[in-house]
Structure formats: structure tokens, C-alpha cells
């Protein structure tokens, strides 16, 4: 079994797990709207658009797209980093968070189509395709370095309640405080 020690180290490392993911998430977005030519602003959860009604379909999709893709990126790159090098605790929170964050996003397309779900919706394929696709695709990636390691469940138990906790804080206050970043 691998270094699994819960401690203030991995706590920490988990917050600026979640934090870089929501962030680098929401870049993404950022980053291709503007790209696009469109004034966007960017909170801790979510991006808007200065003129929105002047975004085509194809164009918000291509936006939608930006997060999920290097949420995406970012799990692929930390599972291959400790698939075919070591454990690593510390950069771990970066593949589950990733998972959680897309996981979530799925759910959420049950009350409201969001990223993957109006992408999914886009193509024909209806809101919950490319969402169960995607988070189907994380677990895998999370399961294969479960056994890899040999991860406890209390280790994975106490990771996603860190996260949980840390991911409904970010939400929380891009909620009541609507922190404008860019």
C-alpha cells in the first residue's frame, strides 16, 4: 500500500487541488471567450458574458467545451504522471477533484444543462450522454490508480469529504459574495 497519511500536508494540498481546478476550469472558459471576441467575466464558479445574445450556438459550445477539456487534460495528465512514475499524495487531489468537479457538473444538468450537458444537447445526443461519458471516463482513470496503489477506502472515504467540503465553500461563496476574478 501506498503513503496515505491523512495530514495537514494533504489537507492543504487538496484545498489548492480544488482551488486550481475550479480556477484553471473557469480560465478555460475565459480564455476562449475572449478569444472568441466576446467580453466575459469570470467568478470562482462560473463565467458570463458582457452581450450575450450575440454568442451563435456553435460559438457557446466551443466555450462550454473550453472547462470540461482541460479538466479533462488535467486528470490525463496527473494519472499518466503516477501510472508510470510513483505515488505521489499530494498531487492525487488533482485527479479526484477533477472527477468530483465533473461529476457534480453531471448532476447538476438535472436541474439546469451546463457544460458537458449543453454539449450533449448541441450534438443530438440529448442532456446526459457526453456527461455520463466524461465522469464514466474519470472514474476509470481514478479506479485504475486505486488498485495501482492499493488505496484504502477510508483514504478515498476522507479525500472526498475534503473535497466535498472545500468544493461547497468555493460554491458557497462564488454564491453569496459573486467575487468577480476577471
Request: glycine fraction near 6%.
Amino acid at each position: 500500500m501506498s503513503d496515505t497519511k491523512i495530514n495537514f500536508k494533504y489537507v492543504l494540498a487538496t484545498l489548492a487541488a480544488v482551488l486550481f481546478t475550479w480556477l484553471l476550469h473557469e480560465f478555460a472558459h475565459w480564455g476562449t471567450a475572449e478569444a472568441l471576441g466576446y467580453t466575459a467575466f469570470m467568478s470562482l464558479n462560473g463565467t458570463s458574458f458582457a452581450d450575450y445574445k450575440n454568442i451563435t450556438p456553435w460559438q457557446h459550445t466551443i466555450i462550454s467545451a473550453a472547462g470540461p477539456i482541460i479538466t479533462l487534460l488535467q486528470a490525463v495528465v496527473v494519472f499518466l504522471f503516477l501510472k508510470y512514475n510513483r505515488w505521489n499524495l499530494y498531487l492525487y487531489p488533482l485527479l479526484f477533484t477533477a472527477f468530483y468537479m465533473r461529476l457534480l457538473a453531471g448532476g447538476m444538468n438535472f436541474i439546469n444543462p451546463n457544460d458537458e450537458g449543453r454539449i450533449s444537447q448541441f450534438l443530438g445526443l440529448g442532456t446526459y450522454t457526453i456527461p455520463v461519458l466524461v465522469s464514466t471516463f474519470l472514474l476509470y482513470l481514478l479506479y485504475y490508480i486505486t488498485k495501482q496503489y492499493s488505496l484504502s477506502w477510508r483514504f478515498q472515504a476522507i479525500t472526498l469529504l475534503w473535497v466535498m467540503v472545500f468544493s461547497a465553500i468555493l460554491i458557497l461563496l462564488d454564491q453569496f459574495l459573486g467575487v468577480q476574478l476577471l
